[in-house]
Each structure stands twice: as C-alpha cells, then as structure tokens.
C-alpha cells in the first residue's frame, strides 16, 4: 500500500493553493505593539514608585520643555500625515503615500536629532548614574528612542518594497501594519511628555 502522502491528500487541495491569510501580519504587530505597552506601562509605574514618598520629584531640576513639546509635534504631525498615505495606498494611489511615507522618515530622523540636541545639554545637569531618578528618566527616553529607530527601519522598508518587489500588489497591507506600529510609538511620547516633562514642571 502506497504511503505517499501526495496521493492520500484530497485532490481539491492539490488543485487549490490555500487562501493567504491577510491579517496575519497585522494581528503579529498588535500583539508586538500590546507587549510593547506593557512595557513602557511598567517604566512609567517605576517611575511613579521611586517617587512614592520623597518630599520632591524629581529630586533635580525638572526636564525643559523647549525640546519635547517640538519633538511631539512633530511625532503628532507624522501619524497625521501617515494615516493620509495610507488612505492613499489602499486607494492604489501608490505614488503619494510613498512621498507621505518618505516625509515621515525625515522627521522621524529629525526626532532623533533633536533626541540626541536634548541628550546633550540634560547630561550637563542630570547624569543616569547620578540617581534614581536619572536612571529612570534616561531608561526611558532612550527605551523610546530605540522603539522610534526601529519604526523608522519599517517604514524604511515599506518604502524600498515596490523596488524589492517591482511586481508585488499595491503594499497596503505592510504600510498598514508599520503605520501601527509607528502610531504605538508616537503615542507613547505623549505619555512620555506628560509625566516625566509636564507634570513635573507644573507641580515643582
């Protein structure tokens, strides 16, 4: 008796390649983006514990704001403009979400500069080593950074996919799924904002 199981599989599946489950990749990205919020959740509960009972905190100087409130519009201003691309690709109008999509990548990278300027004149003041709370608010912020340069390695992707794949369909479905990704990480900064830069300038 033959055991091949070529002969003992149904002919409908040897004649019918199996449908592509198109959702896949976008229920992979929300289980990344719900891993990845528990995370940044359990940064900010840290935070709040390490100040729980200290006459002050932040126990320096509060961060400025004349970096963070720029770096949020931008990041505000980049989800706006990615949703609209993607409203363009799904449509097959493939040409004006990518300029959208490269526009985004530039302020993105314009992020991370203005990421780097902050840095640069907060460790003149406040150093991660100096205490706890410059350990949790550089974890933080530089935790951020890296989600925000790997938002910008997908979108990057998304961008080179016609030229990786000249004949593939209009990539709705990627683009889709980094914008996810890349709406996760700009929401994120607002929180970041809000509670390691607004809160405590309002209440010092």
Same mark, same amino acid.
């Given at each position: 008796?033959?055991? !091949? ?87 097959? !109008? ?82 889709? !799924? ?27």
């Amino acid at each position: 008796m033959s055991t !091949n199981p070529v002969e003992i599989m149904p002919r409908s599946l040897l004649q019918e390649p199996l449908p592509m489950d198109r959702t896949r990749g976008s229920n992979a990205i929300l289980q990344l983006i719900a891993t990845e919020a528990t995370l940044f959740g359990m940064m900010f509960a840290t935070y709040w514990y390490l100040g729980k009972g200290k006459p002050h905190w932040p126990m320096d100087d509060p961060p400025k704001l004349h970096y963070a409130i720029p770096m949020l519009v931008i990041l505000a201003l980049s989800s706006g403009l990615l949703h609209w691309g993607e409203k363009q690709v799904k449509r097959e !109008n493939t040409g004006s979400g990518m300029v959208a999509l490269a526009v985004v990548i530039l302020m993105g990278l314009a992020f991370i500069v203005l990421t780097v300027m902050e840095d640069m004149e907060h460790l003149k003041t406040l150093t991660p080593t100096q205490d706890a709370y410059g350990s949790i608010f550089y974890a933080t912020t530089t935790l951020h950074a890296a989600h925000l340069t790997l938002g910008l390695f997908m979108l990057s992707y998304i961008f080179l996919l016609p030229k990786i794949e000249p004949r593939r369909e209009p990539p709705y479905r990627p683009y889709h !799924n980094a914008a996810l990704y890349w709406h996760f990480v700009d929401t994120v900064w607002l929180f970041v904002v809000i509670i390691l830069y607004i809160i405590p300038n309002a209440f010092r």
